[in-house]
């Protein structure tokens, strides 16, 4: 999907060969829901060398294949910075234009790669917080 001049890429449980036909267009995404947990055989090194996304979320439950490490370290390889729900609970990117939802903090990436994002980074200013 694309939504102001950004590029966001729902991946679900598609693998490397379906990624592979996504649009040479789809490049350096803002951000890209890592596919089928994280697992090593969803997502190469090739794709994510293309899509080059400045953020990623993965659903997983923190195994020792979920998401896999080698995954991991080729997104923050390429600058991506990685967020994982068996370290944050639930993940919600949000840009403007809907709801504010209370409860929601800062966003903690992976281990190795960068520093948390203050909410004031993450979200615009909402009246009344920060």
């Known amino acids: 999907m694309e939504y102001n001049g950004n590029k966001f890429l729902f991946t679900a449980d598609a693998g ?3 990624l592979d036909a996504v649009p040479s ?5 803002l951000w890209m829901q ?4 994280g697992s090593d055989g969803n997502l190469s090194q090739a794709n994510i060398e293309r899509f080059c996304p400045r953020v990623a979320f993965v659903s997983a439950v923190g195994d020792s294949s979920h998401p896999d490490r080698a995954i991991v370290n080729g997104l923050i390889k390429v ?13 919600w990117y ?3 234009g809907v709801p504010y939802r209370p409860n929601y903090g800062e966003a ?3 281990k190795g790669n960068a520093d948390p994002l203050p909410f004031a980074e993450w979200y615009p200013p909402v009246p009344g917080r920060l």
């Open 25 to 29: 267009a789809w490049k350096n995404l």
């Open 16 to 18: 490397s060969e379906a």
């Open 108 to 110: 903690i990436p992976l």
């Open 79 to 91: 600058g991506t910075k990685v967020f994982s729900t068996h370290t944050q609970g639930h993940l």
């Open 34 to 37: 890592i596919p089928h947990h």
């Open 94 to 96: 949000w840009m403007g």
